[in-house]
Every structure is written in structure tokens, then in C-alpha cells.
């Protein structure tokens, strides 16, 4: 069964920094591009970033480039999102997802992580 | 950036057939996928590739693309169909993908 799951929410300051993980399960992970997909609280989704399965890839949105960086480590079987210079309109759930590099459609979803930005 | 227009609500009675649209500009020529998220829970891939379905999907639920405008079809509505409803598309140059608005489906 293939699972994902993301850790590392929390709350934190404008202008601050935190580290998201997504650990994969029930796949070959290698094999598989993955993203971050956020949603800000009753608001709609909202692709971020995703990175290809060997990890030589990476991809931003432009609301996040300069500030995020995505990468992974395969023989961890895990993902990573580094956020820095967080502000309030980051504020959202975060999800780990897969996804299909040539149609770009998100097969497996996690249950995502929260990140709150407020002082 | 290209954007997708989804209709905020539509309504059903059960039993009837419910149909969710998502504009784009010549969205036809690309590849719509629809997602269903239900309160509290992570979005399901429900429609990929236009009009195919994953496995454990009911028949109930196809979709079309043509021109500009991508439709989901949920036939033979039933009150687990009540949730929100994302289409999306991808943008190959960026490796981005682009997401509709959100439509809420309520069933009557």
C-alpha cells in the first residue's frame, strides 16, 4: 500500500525558517517525482514545488521561488521542504504528494502538515 | 499563468446528474484532471488524462474535455457525493501544476 506522510509543521515567526519531511512507503520511491501541493485554510489548492524522482529536477511556483527549496534523499525514502523568509500568506496545509511527470496528475496524497506563520 | 474557472457551487437532487465545469483557454488541447476532497481529508484523484479513472473509482463519474471548457460528470448522485471538487491541468513549460478554483457540490 502506498502511503506517504508529512511531518514538520508547526508555528513559527514571520521571517522565519522550517524543514518539512514526507516519508514514502509502499513504493519505489526513486521512481517517482514528487510535490508539495498547500492549502490555505478554506481557500483552494495550490501547486509549490515538485522535484524529480532521481532528485536532478526541481520545480517552484512563483510565489515561493527564491524562499523554499525541495530535495530528497532515496535512500531514505523521504522528501524535504526547506522554507525560509516565511510569511503570513504561507500559512497553510501542506501535503506530500506523488505525481505523473508527463500529464502532471497527483495519484497519492498524504494528510498533510500544517504550517501557521504568525507572530 | 494560465487560469481554470470552476463554478464556486452546484447543486443536485439524488439520483440526478451533476455536471462541473472548468474553463481554460483552448483547454481542450490539454490533459484535465479532477480531484474530490471531502471536509478534513486530503483531495482523491477521481478523473486523469480527461476522461479515464484509477481503480476503485465508481463508473458513475466521467469526464470530457473539448474547446474550452473540460466537464466532470457524476451520474446517479448520492449524498457521499457532497464535497469539493478541484480540476487541474498541467503546465509542461514550468512543470507546474495549475488548479481550478473549487467547486462545492451539494446534493440536495
Known amino acids: 500500500e502506498v502511503k506517504v506522510l508529512e511531518s514538520g509543521g508547526g508555528l513559527v515567526q514571520p521571517g522565519g525558517s522550517l524543514r518539512l519531511s514526507c516519508a514514502a512507503s509502499?513504493?519505489?520511491?526513486?521512481?517517482?517525482?514528487m510535490a508539495w501541493v498547500r492549502q490555505a485554510p478554506g481557500k483552494g489548492l495550490e501547486w509549490v514545488s515538485g522535484i524529480s524522482g532521481g532528485g536532478g529536477q526541481t520545480y517552484y511556483a512563483d510565489s515561493v521561488k527564491g524562499r523554499f527549496t525541495i530535495s530528497r534523499d532515496n535512500s531514505k525514502n523521504t522528501m524535504y521542504l526547506l522554507m525560509n523568509s516565511l510569511r503570513g500568506e504561507d500559512t497553510a496545509l501542506y501535503y506530500c504528494?506523488?505525481?505523473?511527470?508527463?500529464?502532471?496528475?497527483?495519484?497519492?496524497w498524504g494528510q498533510g502538515t500544517l504550517v501557521t506563520v504568525s507572530s | 499563468s494560465y487560469v481554470l474557472t470552476q463554478p464556486p457551487s452546484v447543486s443536485v437532487a439524488p439520483g440526478k446528474t451533476a455536471s462541473i465545469t472548468c474553463g481554460g483557454n483552448n483547454i481542450g488541447n490539454k490533459n484535465v484532471h479532477w480531484y474530490q476532497q471531502n471536509p478534513g481529508q486530503a483531495p482523491v484523484l477521481v478523473v486523469y488524462d480527461d476522461r479515464d479513472r484509477p481503480s476503485g473509482i465508481p463508473e458513475r463519474f466521467s469526464g470530457s474535455n473539448s474547446g474550452n471548457t473540460a466537464t466532470l460528470t457524476i451520474s446517479r448522485v448520492e449524498a457521499g457525493d457532497e464535497a469539493d471538487y478541484y480540476c487541474q491541468v498541467w503546465n509542461s513549460t514550468s512543470h507546474q501544476g495549475v488548479f481550478g478554483g473549487r467547486t462545492k457540490l451539494t446534493v440536495l
Open positions: 504528494a506523488t505525481y505523473d511527470t508527463w500529464s502532471g496528475y497527483i495519484d497519492y
Open positions: 509502499g513504493f519505489t520511491f526513486d521512481n517517482y517525482a
